[in-house]
């Protein structure tokens, strides 16, 4: 089975001037391949299991 999903969500509003939002994405069954991603000025924080973020507001 494959599997390829992706989110985005805003973050809660005191975070806000400093996150521009939170995304994830997760693939299964799926050829490994090379990801090949865009220079970008924000920061990718990587992660191979489930990160939970607690809400501020």
């Known amino acids: 089975m494959v599997v390829d999903e992706y989110v985005q969500a805003r ?3 005191v975070l806000r001037p400093y996150v521009a939002w939170y995304s994830g994405y997760r ?23 489930p990160t939970h973020l607690p809400r501020l507001d």
């Open 11 to 13: 973050p809660a509003p």
């Open 27 to 49: 693939q299964a069954g799926i050829v490994p391949g090379t990801h090949r991603g865009l220079p970008s000025p924000y920061l990718t924080l990587p992660s191979n299991r």
